[in-house]
Nanobody, 128 residues
Framework: QVQPVESGGGLVQAGGSLRLSCTAS????????VAWFRQAAGKERELIAA???????????SYADSVKGRFTISRDNAKNTVYLQMNSLKPEETAVYYC??????????????????WGQGTQVTVSS
């Protein structure tokens, strides 16, 4: 098992940037697929970005259409950390952002968003 822990949330003005981090203590974190979700008040949880486990060819990345071109997911396996760089943030992206890990890479729009291990979430507030 692995326990992800998110950090980096906060208050930012519209058009600004934030970088979220998802860290796990286990060295095997690199063998897990990792995804970022968000859930705004009163709305369903949304899978916005995912990155596959590292392989000989690197990692696959995938994004929801709502964030494509503005958000970047990456991983630093030496630090057991996955990042979500968020640029050009919009007020409607105010939400709790969650990191999740799993044994299967399930990208956005793949028909399944099941991940096994979840962090507690970090609040991102975008002011207008």
């Amino acid at each position: 098992q692995v326990q992800p822990v998110e950090s980096g949330g906060g208050l930012v003005q519209a058009g600004g940037s934030l970088r979220l981090s998802c860290t796990a203590s286990r060295r095997t974190f690199s063998t897990y697929a990792v995804a970022w979700f968000r859930q705004a008040a009163g709305k369903e949880r949304e899978l916005i970005a995912a990155i596959s486990a590292i392989s000989w060819s690197g990692s696959s990345k995938s994004y929801a259409d709502s964030v494509k071109g503005r958000f970047t997911i990456s991983r630093d396996n030496a630090k057991n950390t996955v990042y979500l760089q968020m640029n050009s943030l919009k007020p409607e992206e105010t939400a709790v952002y969650y990191c999740a890990a799993g044994n299967v890479f399930r990208p956005p729009n793949s028909g399944s968003s099941h991940y096994d291990y979840w962090g507690q979430g970090t609040q991102v507030t975008v002011s207008s």
